[in-house]
């Protein structure tokens, strides 16, 4: 059971530079979310997925894309990188809260500086 | 006002020292409490559950007051190895289908020698 996977771990991009970051779960949660954590702003939330072909938008989405084809797997896309995008990305996944002791999983996180 | 407010510090501590975070909530249908532990450079891993009576593990005890909205995480006998940036997080199975979670900006601890 290897939990919530991300690759890349580092990613150095130059501004306009397109990629992916991949996130991978094994717990079959259908709930995954994607967040970003810079200094002094805790983690917002970039977008989520509550199962397969199912996403939403969450408090910071523009100039990211989100696609879910798999319960399994939750990609994030930078379609034109901005230097605004240099961040540290979690993705994350769940089960749904019921009230209970319902948790969040993290991946190990993804390193991203664009110049 | 934000969801969750948590005093950012940074507490700096002797080892063996006893200190307390607080955590106030403002969403009074929150269900479900928790204290994340983040690493520097590392992703946020769960510490805690907080529940309504109260629960200790270890030098650690984290108690919820539904009253006034408010969580606290207390450590004891700190040891170098509690520095670390203590994330409140508050659970709400309501509103969207899957429930909310929100994170408070984190609490920085660093424990000296």
């Known amino acids: 059971n290897a939990g919530v996977t991300q690759t890349p771990k580092f990613q150095v991009l130059k501004t306009g530079q397109s990629m992916t970051l991949q996130c991978a779960q094994d717990m079959n949660h259908e709930y995954m979310s994607w967040y970003r954590q810079d200094p002094g702003m805790g983690l917002r939330l970039i977008h989520y997925s509550v199962g397969a072909g199912i996403t939403d938008q969450g408090e910071v989405p523009n100039g990211y894309n989100v696609s879910r084809s798999t319960t399994e797997d939750f990609p994030l896309r930078l379609l034109s990188a901005a230097p605004s995008q240099t961040s540290v990305y979690f993705c994350a996944s769940r089960p749904r809260l019921a009230g209970g002791r319902e948790t969040q999983y993290f991946g190990p996180g993804t390193r991203l500086l664009v110049l | 006002r934000k969801e969750v407010e948590q005093d950012p510090g940074p507490f700096n501590v002797p080892e063996g020292a006893t200190v307390a975070f607080n955590c106030t909530y403002s969403n009074s249908a929150s269900q479900s409490f928790f204290w994340y532990r983040q690493d520097c450079r590392k992703e946020p891993k769960l510490l805690m559950s907080?529940?309504?009576s109260g629960n200790e593990d270890g030098r650690f005890t984290a108690q919820l007051n539904r009253a006034s909205q408010y969580i606290s995480l207390l450590i004891r006998d700190s040891k170098l190895s509690d520095s670390a940036t203590y994330l409140c997080?508050?659970?709400?199975?309501?509103?969207?289908?899957?429930?909310?979670?929100?994170f408070g900006q984190g609490t920085i601890l660093t424990v000296h020698p």
């Open positions: 907080v529940y309504s």
């Open positions: 997080v508050v659970g709400n199975a309501g509103g969207t289908s899957y429930g909310k979670l929100t």
